[in-house]
C-alpha cells in the first residue's frame, strides 16, 4: 500500500512590516486641512453674496404713489409704494376732509378749512406744487370730479354746526359773475340733513349722495337739477365706492355691518340693489383692478374681508397687524394697502396669499388714501 504524503498548506505569517502602521505624512494632512479651509471660505463668501442680494439689492421703482392726507399735522404725504420712501410732504390747511384726483391725473383737489375761510386747495400732481384755492360758500367735506374735468361736485356743510345739507356743482372754468374770487355755482342742491359723501356717475347725468340720517341713496339728475330717486338699503350709509372699473357700485353701513352692491345705470330707475354682504363694520373698501373683488378693511377685527363679486359673498379674510379704515388696490395689481386711522402704517398685503408683505411706516392720523401711477400723469408742458 502506497502511502501518499501531501503538503499541508502553509499559514501566511503577518511580516513585520506589514504588523508595523504608517505614520500619516504631514504634507498630506496639510493638504486636505487646507482644501477644506478653502471650501468654508467659499461657502462664507457665496452666503454674504446672497444676503447682499437679497436684503442690500436696490428695490425697483415700479411708479406707485400712496397719497395720504395727514390730520395731525394737517399735511398731504406722498409714499414710494415700493421702497417706502417719503417723497413729499406739503402742509396744506386745517380740517382735511377728502381729496380726489382728475381723470387726467394731473391735478389733486383737497377739501379743507382755513380759519373761517372755506376753500378747496388745488395741487399739481406732477410738481406738488399748489395751483389754486377755491372760495366756495360752506365747509367742504367731499368731493368728485365729472367726466371731462370742467365741474366739480362739492358737499357744503354749514359754517356754525358744519352739518352738511347738501351740494355744490362747480364750473371750474368759469368765475362767478358776482364775485370773480369764485367759481360759478351751476346746480346747488340743498334738501338733505348731513350729506356725508357724494359721487358722479360715468356718463355725468347723475350726482348720488349719501345722508347719514337716513338709510337712504339718493340720486339727483345734474341737467334737470332735482331728486331723481330714492334707493332706501335699510341702514345708514357712511361710505361709498363709485369706481370706474366694474358694473357695479358700493355703500358701506356701519349699522348693520354690510357693504351694498348696486348696479351702474345712467338711468337712475334701472339702477338695482343686486345683494347686501355682511363683512363687519365697514367704512371705506377697494377694489381689485379687474373688478371681480371686492377688499373691506373691518377695523374692529384686524382683517380685510374679501368679497367675491360672483359669488356675492365673503370668501376669506385677510388678517392686518392693527385694525385698518382705509384700503386701496394697486394699479398694477397683486398688492392692497391699508392703514388705520391712526396707527400710522401703511400694510402691503399679497393679494393672492393675503400674506404682509412689508410695513411702511409713515406715521400720523389719516383721513384719505388714494393710489396714483407716475406712468398715469401726462408731461408737463
Not at 388678517?319 to 386701496?328: I, S
Request: glycine share 8%; charged share 25%.
Amino acid at each position: 500500500m502506497v502511502k501518499r504524503v501531501g503538503t499541508k498548506p502553509s499559514k501566511r505569517r503577518r511580516g513585520l512590516l506589514s504588523a508595523v502602521k504608517k505614520k500619516p505624512d504631514s504634507r498630506t494632512r496639510g493638504r486636505a486641512a487646507g482644501r477644506e479651509l478653502v471650501i468654508i471660505i467659499i461657502v462664507a463668501i457665496v452666503g454674504i453674496a446672497v444676503f447682499a442680494y437679497m436684503y442690500l439689492r436696490p428695490v425697483p421703482d415700479r411708479g406707485i404713489r400712496i397719497w395720504l392726507l395727514n390730520h395731525a399735522p394737517d399735511q398731504l404725504v406722498v409714499v414710494n409704494a415700493d421702497t417706502g420712501e417719503t417723497e413729499k410732504e406739503l402742509l396744506i390747511a386745517d380740517g382735511l376732509k377728502q381729496f380726489i384726483f382728475n381723470h387726467a391725473k394731473d391735478t389733486a383737489y383737497i377739501a379743507n378749512v382755513v380759519d373761517v375761510s372755506n376753500r378747496i386747495t388745488v395741487v399739481d400732481t406732477r410738481s406738488y406744487l399748489r395751483k389754486d384755492q377755491i372760495v366756495v360758500d360752506g365747509v367742504p367735506q367731499g368731493l368728485d370730479i365729472f367726466p371731462g374735468d370742467r365741474y366739480l361736485a362739492a358737499i357744503m356743510g354749514s359754517k356754525t354746526d358744519f352739518m352738511a345739507g347738501g351740494f355744490d356743482v362747480l364750473d371750474l372754468q368759469e368765475p362767478s359773475q358776482a364775485d370773480p374770487q369764485r367759481k360759478r355755482v351751476t346746480y346747488r342742491e340743498r334738501g338733505l340733513t348731513l350729506t356725508t359723501v357724494i359721487a358722479v356717475d360715468d356718463t355725468g347725468e347723475n350726482v348720488i349722495c349719501l345722508d347719514a340720517k337716513a338709510s337712504n341713496v339718493f340720486i339727483f339728475n345734474v341737467a334737470e337739477q332735482k331728486l331723481a330717486r330714492t334707493i332706501d338699503i335699510g341702514a345708514a350709509p357712511l361710505g361709498m365706492l363709485y369706481p370706474p372699473q366694474g358694473e357695479y357700485f358700493f355703500i358701506c353701513s356701519i349699522k348693520d355691518q354690510s357693504v351694498t352692491v348696486l348696479t351702474k345705470n345712467p338711468d337712475p330707475a334701472k339702477i338695482e340693489v343686486v345683494a347686501k354682504v355682511e363683512t363687519g363694520r365697514v367704512r371705506d373698501v377697494a377694489l381689485s383692478t379687474d373688478a371681480k373683488i371686492l377688499y373691506a378693511p373691518v377695523y374692529e377685527r384686524k382683517d380685510i374681508a374679501v368679497v367675491d363679486l360672483e359669488k356675492m359673498e365673503v370668501v376669506k379674510r385677510f388678517k392686518t397687524p392693527d385694525g385698518c379704515m382705509l384700503a386701496a388696490a394697486s394699479p398694477l395689481g397683486g398688492q392692497l394697502y391699508a392703514i388705520g386711522y391712526d396707527n400710522g402704517q401703511v400694510f402691503v398685503l399679497d393679494l393672492a396669499s393675503g400674506e404682509l408683505v412689508r410695513t411702511i411706516p409713515v406715521h400720523g392720523e389719516f383721513r384719505d388714501m388714494k393710489v396714483i401711477l407716475e406712468s398715469e400723469k401726462p408731461r408737463q408742458e
